[in-house]
């Protein structure tokens, strides 16, 4: 018997149960599809959210004066000022730009109402940083910082509250006792929702004007920015080196950076993925299972078949062939249906995308070790669930067989 009598043998057997094997063959292409999908969704959600996170800042250090305990006293000359981030500008060569902020509660009154608003100086290099989407009118100037213009970028929210339908650029605003000319409305690229020194409803000012208004030049959060994401760390050390050796010894600063959340976003996706790949692999073995339940019914069925075919002279190997092959086809043809869906679905999904108002850059990534990960593990099940039925039909005595009914 020849491959090809072989071959034709195990698709008349698959085409004379129609019904059969198309359901086994679904269950497979759920399992292997799936595979796929899990990885798939999985890059997806872990590129969202690093890129979510990237876009509150790129490459960002930020320091702060650490006060661990509440009822020790704060002294002044611990505060950050403008010759520390003068000093890390000029001192670390990776650095591409640093900013300060100093942030105070004011109120802002507005339709016969009193809001509180966070009134923010910042310096120059703040809005490039913290990549800042000026929505109407302008950011500061140089002008505005070296002449200490009486100027001020509103939040979306409070321009829309205090100026209900109006265009805010250009009009008065008073801030407590202080009137600022409003030049520019500003949103967040990324949503922080105050968990950083811009509020909801804030005030943004030169920090020249702070220091004019209060009288004191500290910073209260002082960022640096890396020339690239691999001197993060590097840059990191070298500003809590730097404002560890411009004061007291025992003043503590909180130095950080977002390298940490990414890499701890990183590590949770791989865990969920991990998670989700063995329940796909799972449904993979259930359909595997499901092919082994399937041919040792068929060779039920077909015993006087198989005891005919031995009696005119077929082998058991040839009968044990016949019946892995079939098996084999099952998988590999739900392989392919499975895995071409599962490709399929995400260039669909992005399409759609296209037509809604998603973060621009964003795609599905299609992780294509997955596909022959999958394809090939969903091969070897056939081999693997199909061996079992295969070799109990090629060990059926011939006479018995032909007595079968």
């Known amino acids: 018997m020849s491959w090809s009598d072989t071959w034709s043998f195990a698709m008349d057997a698959l085409r004379a149960n129609k019904l059969r094997s198309i359901l086994t063959v679904l269950g497979v292409a759920i399992g292997s599809g799936a595979f796929v999908l899990v990885v798939t969704v999985a890059l997806t959600g872990r590129k969202y959210i690093i890129h979510e996170i990237e876009a509150v800042g790129s490459n960002i250090v930020y320091a702060q004066l650490a006060q661990s305990n509440p009822s020790q006293a704060v002294v002044l000359a611990d505060q950050l ?23 105070m509660p004011m109120t802002v009154v507005a339709a016969g109402k009193t809001w509180p608003v966070a009134m923010v100086g910042v310096t120059q290099g703040f809005q490039q940083i913290r990549r800042l989407i000026i929505m109407r009118g302008r950011y500061f100037d140089d002008v505005d910082f070296t002449m200490v213009s009486k100027v001020c970028v509103l939040s979306q929210h409070l321009a829309e509250t205090v100026f209900p339908g109006q265009d805010p650029v250009g009009q008065q605003i008073h801030v407590g006792e202080l009137a600022f000319n409003v030049i520019g409305v500003f949103r967040e690229r990324i949503d922080t929702f105050g968990q950083s020194e811009i509020r909801t409803d804030s005030v943004l000012v030169p920090f020249p004007l702070i220091q004019y208004y209060t009288g004191s030049s500290y910073i209260v959060t002082l ?39 990414l890499e701890t976003t990183r590590n949770i996706s791989v865990a969920m993925m991990l998670v989700l790949l063995m329940i796909a692999m799972l449904a993979l073995v259930i359909s595997g299972i499901g092919i082994m339940n399937i041919m040792l019914v068929s060779v039920t069925e077909r015993t006087r078949e198989i005891g005919i075919r031995k009696a005119i002279g077929a082998r058991g190997m040839e009968i044990r062939y016949q019946f892995l092959l079939e098996a084999v086809l099952i998988s590999l043809i739900g392989a392919v249906i499975g895995i071409g869906a599962a490709v399929a679905i995400p260039f669909f999904i992005e399409s759609v995308l296209r037509l809604l108002p998603v973060p621009a850059g964003m795609t599905i990534p299609t992780s294509w070790p ?30 018995d067989s032909l007595r079968y009914e």
Do not use: W
């Open 81 to 103: 000022n403008m010759s520390d981030l003068q000093a890390v500008r000029r001192s670390i060569p990776q650095v591409l730009r640093a900013a300060g902020t100093s942030d």
């Open 223 to 261: 960022y640096a920015q890396a020339d690239r994401p691999q001197d993060v760390p590097l840059v990191t050390e070298e500003v809590a080196r730097i404002l560890k050796s411009r004061h007291r010894p025992e003043a503590e600063y909180n130095v950080q950076n977002l390298s940490s959340i």
């Open 370 to 399: 997955s596909v022959a990960v999958s394809f090939i593990f969903s091969c070897a099940i056939g081999v693997i669930f199909g061996y079992l039925p295969a070799k109990t039909a090629a060990a059926l005595p011939p006479v």
